[in-house]
């Protein structure tokens, strides 16, 4: 697995989206041009220019597993989605099979999160925020709304709960469910979340992977 971060968004400017627009897919550009905001345009191209890095740093061996990215130098630039749109790496074929990788993006104000990896992976990066009451009760089970009541600081306890959920549902493929309080309530021994948290620049992030 291959992680990088970016949380430098003062650079999210009119002129750099203007030279990441050439740098990325014709599937890529028509996406981040739907967006009618500048930061949403910003977010989705930078993204994906961190997203070739990363596939540039598994060819060259940065990854330390690079014979299980089979084909991948062979990536065409475009994504295939599940029936959630959870985004992988199509490869080149290989004995007439298409190999796919996952990858996974998130982004908030603060920040943004890519990976990539020859198995399932998940994260998610999300600014501190106020949450209301209805929220909690929505999103969190009894003990964990206990554990961020009790918490010296409630709204980074929920961000840090929530990162790990949506990471985690990320790296199923299913997308948010209607069970979000029940989510993490099995220590399931087949995953593993790691959790980290910018208190200067306000944000945490997870990232879910398979033991």
């Known amino acids: ?79 295939v989605y599940n029936e959630h749109d959870k985004p992988f790496l199509q490869s080149g074929r290989s004995g007439g099979r298409i190999e796919k990788f996952d990858s996974s993006i998130s982004h908030c104000k603060e920040g943004i999160a890519v990976a990539i990896a020859p198995h399932p992976i998940g994260v998610d990066i999300e600014s501190f925020r106020q949450y209301s009451e209805s929220l909690l009760k929505k999103t969190m089970n009894e003990q964990e709304i206990l554990l961020i009541q009790q918490s010296a600081e409630p709204s980074v306890e929920f961000i840090k709960l929530w990162t790990k959920k949506e990471a985690l549902l990320k790296m199923q493929g299913t997308g948010i469910i209607d069970e979000l309080p029940e989510v993490l309530c099995s220590q399931n021994p087949s995953w593993h979340i790691d959790t980290k948290v910018n208190a200067d620049k306000g944000y945490a992030y997870s990232i879910v992977t398979p033991r």
Not at 18 to 26: A, D, H, N, T, Y
Not at 62 to 71: A, L, N
């Open 1 to 79: 697995m291959l992680f990088t971060l970016f949380d430098d968004l003062t650079q999210c400017t009119e002129a750099e989206v203007q030279r990441l627009l050439p740098l990325v897919s014709v599937q890529r550009r028509e996406q981040a041009l739907r967006y009618k905001h500048l930061f949403g345009r910003y977010t989705c191209l930078k993204s994906y220019e961190m997203l070739q890095q990363l596939v540039q740093d598994v060819l060259n061996g940065k990854d330390g597993e690079r014979e299980k990215y089979g084909s991948l130098q062979d990536w065409n630039g475009c994504f």
